[in-house]
């Protein structure tokens, strides 16, 4: 598609998603006739990640982030959807990124339209292309229109409210005499009116630069250091003990390799001590839990995953049946191969009575950068084999 053209949809629900070569965040934002939102909860993005009709489906890092829209579930009144994006390192532009939306339906995932917004320069948020209603039939429309004062610009163009910070007090000051003026000189020009601020920012990405990161459940955590990838290889160690002293415990450690669309690439686990020609390597099965330290380690290479390889999947089971409730102090924890430094720990402090669960997951960035986040995620699963799908759904 080029700027300001148009196709008819073929089918009632509609996926947009926008890919780039960095991470962008995608909006969507429900419009009346007039061209504005009928409130803030019509503003469907991160945050707020579902309205009626209009959902916001993020890519992990892994896929682009995507609006999904269903015209037959837009409550009446809504005729028009338009699908924003914008970077989300903090005031990066779009000079030099070509972003690229793809129109699909949602059901099969057929593309029905692409489009590439041409010339764009120091903008810092877009609105992509519009779905929009036309004589009782819906439509998309290429508009790539561009805003140099970000997210902030277009919500505001739509009618969220954006709310100012709050000034801040000024000192208390001494009173100073008045200074006499000149008649004949001129007035100070008028300060320009502050830019609106942002829309509520995600929760901020923590990184290594201040070393060890202890992490939350669903907490993520980006592999870098002074804003650059740093390492190459890294071990996941996973440790547990019997909750009750005197009784194993026989859990099963394993990473699930994934790629772009959430397809399984590969398991290891300790049946299958490498994959992908050697670039993730299991330590093998501890049958009992005791003991001091990781009882199992998966080592990963990742300058020499494949690029297929998008995201991974650690998950621990209980093969013999015993349910997590049985277990204590069950974490996990990212090491430097090289050093043996602890990089990254997540201590699963809650428990469930079931027999798998998903404990971190390491996703690759479109910037070639890593990131991993927390999950916790008990699910009814004794092998790896049941955990492929509860991960992918997961990335």
Sequence with gaps: MTPGSNIPLSTARVTVDVAAPVRLDVSGLL????????????????????????????????????????????????????????????????????????????????????????????????????????????????????????????????????????????????????????????????????????PPAAPGKINLDKGRVSLQKNQTVSLVKGGRPLLSQVKMGLGWEPAFRGKDIDLDASVIAYGPQRNHIDSCYFGKLSIVNGAIKHSGDNLTGEGGGDDEVIVVDLGRLPQEVSGLVFTVNSFSGQKFTEVAKAYCRLVDAASGEELVRFDLTGAEPQTGVLMAKLIRQYSGEWEMTAMGDFVKARTVRNMVKPGAQAL
């Design 31 to 198: 419009l009346t006739a007039d061209g504005k939102v009928r409130s803030d909860d019509d503003f469907i993005f991160y945050n707020q990640p579902s309205g009626p009709g209009v959902t916001y489906r993020s890519g992990g890092g892994a896929a682009p982030d995507a609006i999904v829209v269903d015209t037959a579930a837009l409550p009446p009144g809504i005729e028009k959807i338009v699908v924003t994006a914008s970077p989300d390192a903090a005031g990066q532009t779009f000079q030099g990124v070509e972003p690229t939306a793809t129109i699909r339906g949602a059901d099969d995932n057929s593309v029905l339209a692409t489009f590439t917004p041409p010339q764009l320069g120091s903008e810092t948020a877009l609105v992509v292309v519009e779905i929009y209603l036309r004589n009782g039939a819906w439509k998309a429309r290429a508009v790539g229109q561009g805003y140099a004062n970000g997210l902030a610009g277009i919500a505001t163009d739509f009618g969220v409210t954006v709310e100012e910070p709050a000034p801040a007090a000024p000192p208390r000051q001494v009173a100073a005499p008045p200074v006499p003026q000149s008649p004949v000189a001129p007035a100070a020009p008028p300060m320009p009116p502050a830019p609106p601020a942002a």
